[in-house]
């Protein structure tokens, strides 16, 4: 199996940064995409931002030019850094990765336990 844990979440003020990260841990074969949704009481979880092996990257209409994201591929690691940070981005914030086991023919996709981010104004 695979465990995806998620650190970095906290209380900032508005205009504040964070930087969030998330390590994959298992019996890995393979990780395509990697990145970041975002879920509130009163909303569906969202696209914050992915990035594929590739590095190409995809970002939620609210959060680009606001947030980058990036991975090291070599620690199975994802990060997601949140700049000009606004209080309708408090939220918890879910790492995923689509993950090939050695031990699977397919890949599947993975959530980590969240991690919560609140933005003060």
């Known amino acids: 199996q695979v465990q995806l844990v998620e650190s970095g979440g906290g209380l900032v003020q508005s205009g504040g940064s964070l930087r969030l990260s998330c390590v994959a841990s298992?019996?890995?074969?393979?990780?395509?995409?990697m990145g970041w949704y975002r879920q509130t009481p009163v909303k569906d979880r969202e696209l914050v931002a992915t990035?594929?092996?590739?590095?190409?990257?995809n970002f939620g209409d609210s959060v680009r030019g606001r947030f980058t994201v990036s991975r090291d591929h070599a620690k199975n690691t994802v990060y997601l850094q949140m700049n000009i940070l606004k209080p309708e981005d408090t939220a918890v914030y879910y790492c995923?990765?689509?993950?090939?086991?050695?031990?699977?023919?397919?890949?599947?996709?993975?959530w980590g336990q969240g991690t919560q981010v609140t933005v003060s104004s």
């Open positions: 298992g019996s890995i074969y393979s990780i395509s995409d």
């Open positions: 990035v594929r092996s590739s590095g190409l990257t």
């Open positions: 995923y990765a689509n993950v090939k086991l050695y031990s699977s023919a397919y890949p599947r996709d993975y």
